[in-house]
């Protein structure tokens, strides 16, 4: 290894540091920043009463970059019982020694560190390179080290907001009808000073709700990065922390590229990751996002927005196209990792890929799920080497309806979330009032590796003989290291509704 391979950036000025592990890279000392987490998939969904603390806990973070791969030390005062490095692909073997972690990582990425278990993990990002970015110079909105609380930053054409290494921003950040225009740097966007507006009193509709474990809707909750109708977008380098709502909402853009972000500390229902409607020619990568319910989704609009807002200005925006998501790493501690859907109003969604990406935790749906609930023709849809790890012992979701529910650590039980999932489906909180069913086809899973106890179990499913899902294929899934030969083994399931499965 190298002199100065790599640069730890300077920890903010009156953050909290994270102080229950030591964490060295090259005999370097890493700060650790803290970040509140979904300790249990216990989920409650109406306003005004965000879930306890009692069900999160504190994870943390380190902050650096390197040009290539570097030795960290880990020292805590637990007794280690075990330690994992993920992604498990790197083949990362820590060894311990008097309370002492040493491993060596292989350069940038996103890698977490589990002590005893996936509790309070150590979360290590490491970008590409050891220069420092510097901001353009003209047209930046700058924000250096320190805590800035601004409330709102509004974008305009040809922005660029900056949030330098060592700076913590408390905003949210709109942009309407921009285009050329960027979200980059070293530092944090923190979304948790962004909290929900109670609309009204809660009445017989909003009971009836919460009956059925729906969302209740007497709240206004707003996401914290929301781009409508903007053109030439990039977002990258930065740690988004602690959204009330999605982090990222991109409806109607064109030409979306985001880039090296990190998305963490999100436990409040629901803090989606990257939620995107009726977007063209959108890439995502090498990003990390753990977040509480689904972690990249490609969207119609849904059941609660406006069909006419498709067309806007002279464009009609019906359709969503042109998606490639590659070598990301996934955490999702409540709902899907990489979806289509679920609301797909659109007339169309296709050309879509997620390639290269390591889904290291998903707890309570599906992590690799076509779901089509309102009336897109779904088509060319592809999941192309996944991979795809499962705990010993997965613990099953609950929906919280009352006060009185709770949630305890399982310690043995069959429970696993799905692997695959291709459905056309009415769901009545999604689907709304609406009557239109679509389609889904040519839907492709290729190199699927999966590291399990067993091989989870995938569902495939049309929703009536006009909407059918077909033209479906699994080529080449692998449970721990051995390819899956045998249909039965796979755990593949269709409903009558559905095509023949082409397996190989």
């Known amino acids: 290894m190298k002199d100065n391979c790599v640069r730890i950036y300077p920890f903010a000025p009156g953050e909290e540091e994270y102080r229950l592990l030591r964490v060295f890279a090259e005999d370097k000392a890493v700060p650790l920043y803290c970040a509140r987490v979904s300790k249990y998939p216990i989920n409650r969904r109406w306003p005004g009463y965000q879930r306890s603390k009692d069900q999160t806990e504190i994870a943390c973070f380190a902050l650096l970059g390197a040009d290539g791969p570097f030795e960290m030390r880990v020292q805590t005062e637990k007794e280690i019982k075990s330690v994992a490095v993920r992604p498990l692909r790197h083949g990362i073997v820590p060894k311990v020694e008097n309370g002492e972690i ?81 979200v980059m740097g070293h530092g944090i966007l923190d979304g948790s000073r962004n909290v929900e507006k109670i609309l009204r009193p809660v009445g017989e509709k909003e009971l009836a709700e919460r009956k059925k474990g729906f969302a209740v809707s007497n709240a206004l909750r707003e996401h914290t990065v929301w781009l409508e109708y903007c053109r030439n977008v990039k977002i990258s380098g930065i740690t988004m922390r602690d959204s009330l709502v999605y982090n990222i909402r991109p409806a109607c853009c064109v030409g ?120 897109a023709d779904v088509h060319h849809i592809t999941f192309e080497d996944i991979r795809v790890e499962y705990d010993e012992v997965c613990q099953p979701p609950k929906l919280q309806i009352t006060e009185e529910d709770s949630f305890e650590d399982v310690t043995e039980g069959d429970y696993m979330p799905d692997l695959m999932g291709v459905h056309v489906i009415y769901i009545e909180e999604y689907s709304g009032n609406g009557t239109k069913r679509g389609k889904n086809r040519f839907i492709t899973y290729k190199n699927i590796r999966v590291t399990a106890p067993k091989m989870p179990g995938s569902h495939f499913r049309g929703f009536d003989a006009d909407s059918r899902s077909e033209n479906i294929t699994v080529d080449g899934l692998w449970l721990n290291g051995e390819r899956i030969t045998d249909r039965r083994d796979a755990r593949l399931e269709a409903n009558e509704f559905c095509g023949e499965i082409s397996f190989y």
């Open 102 to 182: 040493r491993f060596t990582l292989p350069g940038a990425g996103a890698y977490t560190v589990e002590i005893n278990g996936h509790h309070e993990a150590l979360h290590v990002f490491v970008d590409e390179g050891t220069e420092k970015l510097v901001p353009p110079k003209e047209n930046v909105i700058y924000f250096g080290p320190g805590h800035h609380d601004v409330g709102l930053i509004e974008l305009k054409s040809g922005d660029t907001l900056f949030i330098d290494e060592g700076a913590v921003v408390y905003s949210r950040v709109v942009a309407v009808d921009a285009e050329n225009i960027t």
């Open 256 to 375: 979306l590229e985001i880039d090296g972000i990190k998305l963490i500390g999100n436990w409040r229902y629901n803090s989606d990751g990257i939620d995107m409607h009726n977007c063209r020619d959108v890439v995502i990568r090498n990003c990390f996002v753990r977040t509480y319910d689904d972690s990249i989704c490609v969207k119609g609009f849904d059941y609660t927005q406006d069909e006419g807002d498709m067309a806007h200005n002279g464009v009609l925006y019906d359709d969503f196209r042109n998606v490639l998501v590659e070598k990301c790493v996934i955490w999702c501690d409540w709902g899907r990792a990489l979806e289509i859907g679920a609301e797909t109003k659109a007339r169309e969604i296709c050309d879509v890929t997620f390639r290269d990406c390591d889904i290291i935790r998903d707890v309570g749906g599906v992590a690799l799920d076509v779901q089509n609930v309102d009336y």
